[in-house]
């Protein structure tokens, strides 16, 4: 069937769509602050608030009616069977069971609770206090429950290597450098609790030797494991030693490295894990109750807490730019009468926004300027280049600031000065590929690296296609040769910042297509098959967070609205909107829309770091299904 007999059959669903369209567009716009952004609530697991009770346990202010506000949380997220998930509908998890089991302890919930029964139980089946991460073991030796000698060796000295160093601060990512640079300091001056006198024996599934393995997912490299697993050993030697001649001046280093990145910031890296590292470090550094900096960083602590209802949560972070820029460029292309001076004000928000400060890309970018935009409010030595490019998206799209203004060229250039050897694009860091770095025990969190990401870079060829650069341009034919050679043998691309095959497939189509690309290729056409393949019966597309642990899960999970969106707009990308699965997928986004514009959306579709930390970001169930409405719309005009 054609395309003008497959829209000449479906008057009713063009009608549909307008008003579904009118609906959400409306009720996006309603969500806009005053001040002109968007920032939608940015969920995950439950180690935040298990994390949060520990840290106020730790500083010595408890707030029995807050803490028991966070415990009502963690209970009512508790799986039947026991233990914690990582994300909605997801098995239990090591790691955020001993977080939680740990927090209702502090709480006072007693070991024979039937919760703790469960969790406990579950617990030792994933393995006991000998299998948790490096990070969870820091916290629970600041508690006198885990010992410090089988924690994994990070010396303060490590801020002293030089930067053509192999293993240098800036061979690893922006998140784990603000995460590991205050545990450095953690791990040199034990800043325990006041009354550390929680016990855990109950938790190891051999209490007697209470030995621990350092767990890494990375596979391969038996070398390089071999050779950090040696390095610990000597380090530890090292740390028992009463001679360390560099140790003052490595943690004057931290000190300042810390202290620098706190200035005009929301907290260090304006995200939690790095944020909490970063109080125990100053105490640690002697910084005390009452001294300024001290005290403002508790409170950007304070301000991650959100109320729900009875219960509080913890956001990891705050995502304002992020969902500005989208919220601007969904609705720049959303035919809303009236809908300028909305997007007057967020171009006008934006603007105020960009950061003109060096900051630690420049390490590895020395030939690049200051320009672009960061995630959160106030980040500025960390801009990326994701939400740069969907800024500069958005005000094309919403027409509010020409490319020949400054703040629009400024950003541009700094983008493309982050562009990566291979032709990618990376989040924050350029270059940032030292493959040994997975190997080292502290690595278990699984983003020690920041590589290129073909979600990103397919964002970025759609921008340079809407300013005209050339498809000839070397950069433009780079990031091409780029998102070809890590296409999958089925068609598929993986998904760094979104859950997952079916979000980096449709980003890669999308600025692909956008570029210029033809699309009637064959391997670009068996991505198309691919997602036909993976609609579920409601017409609908879903992955589940699984996926990335597990490749037999590809594309496998109930259907969601923002992941159908990609979908449907990867479809758009191949030409394939008179396939019967493309209809059926414009039928469920009709179909699921609730009365007052939005839809429901309980799954995580966002990702922090895979097979570790997921998110649900509460608008991309609004923004993504209105995109996908609006470019279907344009089929029937």
């Not at 004057?252 to 890296?269: K, S, Y």
Request: aromatic letters at 12%.
């Amino acid at each position: 069937m054609s395309v003008d007999v497959f829209l000449e059959a479906a008057p009713t669903l063009s009608q549909a769509l307008e008003r579904s369209i009118s609906r959400a567009g409306s009720f996006l716009l309603d969500l806009q602050a005053e001040e002109g952004f968007w920032a939608g609530e940015l969920e995950s697991d439950t180690t935040l608030e298990s994390d949060s009770i520990k840290f106020w346990h730790w500083l010595g202010r408890v707030d029995r009616g807050k803490e028991a506000r966070l415990v009502d949380w963690i209970l009512k997220s508790e799986l039947p069977q026991g233990g914690w998930p990582i994300y909605h509908q997801g098995p239990p998890e090591l790691n955020a069971s001993v977080k939680a089991y740990v927090a209702l302890r502090l709480h006072g919930i007693p070991v024979s609770d039937p919760a703790l029964r469960r969790a406990r139980e579950v617990i030792l089946r994933l393995g006991g206090l000998e299998r948790v991460n490096s990070f969870e073991k820091v916290y629970l030796a600041l508690f006198g429950c885990y010992p410090w000698d089988q924690v994994p060796a990070l010396p303060p000295e490590v801020a002293l290597f030089p930067r053509w160093f192999p293993f240098n601060l800036y061979e690893i990512s922006y998140w784990s450098r603000t995460i590991l640079v205050p545990l450095a300091v953690v791990y040199a001056t034990h800043p325990t609790a006041p009354a550390a006198s929680l016990t855990l024996d109950e938790l190891w599934r051999d209490p007697s030797r209470k030995r621990s393995s350092i767990t890494n997912f990375q596979k391969g490299g038996f070398f390089w494991r071999i050779f950090f697993l040696a390095a610990d050993r000597l380090l530890k030697l090292h740390e028992v030693s009463p001679w360390k001649p560099w140790r003052k001046q490595a943690l004057a280093a931290c000190d300042r490295w810390i202290t620098d990145r706190l200035v005009e910031t929301d907290g260090l890296g304006a995200i939690f894990p790095a944020m909490l590292n970063a109080v125990f470090a100053l105490r640690g550094l002697g910084y005390r109750d009452g001294d300024p900096l001290f005290e403002r960083q508790v409170k950007e602590m304070s301000r991650l807490e959100l109320a729900e209802g009875e219960a509080l949560k913890v956001q990891p972070c705050f995502s304002p730019v992020w969902d500005t820029a989208l919220s601007m460029y969904v609705l720049g292309k959303t035919p809303l009468p009236g809908r300028e001076p909305n997007l007057d004000r967020a171009a006008a928000w934006l603007k105020g926004q960009e950061i003109r400060r060096w900051g630690d890309w420049w390490v590895k970018n020395p030939q690049g300027s200051p320009g672009g935009w960061a995630f959160e409010f106030r980040n500025p030595y960390y801009p990326d280049v994701d939400d740069t490019a969907q800024v500069l998206l958005g005000f094309l799209e919403s027409k509010t600031v020409s490319p020949s203004e400054g703040v629009f060229r400024r950003g541009l250039d700094w983008l493309l000065s982050m562009q990566n050897k291979d032709g990618g694009f990376s989040s924050f860091d350029k270059n940032n590929h030292c493959a040994p770095l997975n190997h080292f025990p502290f690595a278990d969190h699984n983003a020690m690296l920041d590589p290129s990401a073909p979600d990103i870079t397919g964002r970025i060829l759609e921008l340079l296609a809407k300013l005209k650069v050339s498809r000839e341009e070397p950069a433009v034919q780079k990031a091409i040769h780029f998102l070809r050679a890590s296409q999958e043998i089925d068609g598929t691309w993986f998904g760094r910042w979104g859950v997952h095959y079916t979000y980096g497939t449709w980003l890669a189509l999308r600025g692909l297509k956008a570029i210029g690309e033809p699309m009637e290729s064959l391997s670009y056409q068996r991505a198309g098959r691919w997602l036909v393949s993976h609609q579920n019966a409601d017409g609908g597309w879903g992955e589940s967070c699984l996926s990335y642990d597990n490749p037999a899960a590809k594309g496998q999970g109930p259907s969601t609205p923002s992941q159908t969106a990609w979908a449907l707009m990867a479809l758009m990308s191949l030409g394939w909107v008179a396939d019967g699965a493309f209809k059926r997928g414009l039928e469920y986004l009709v179909r699921t829309q609730r009365p007052d514009g939005n839809w429901e959306e309980p799954s995580f579709t966002g990702t922090g770091f895979p097979r570790v930390f997921y998110l649900k970001y509460h608008l991309y169930r609004t923004y993504f299904p209105l995109l996908a409405l609006v470019e279907a719309q344009g089929l029937f005009q």
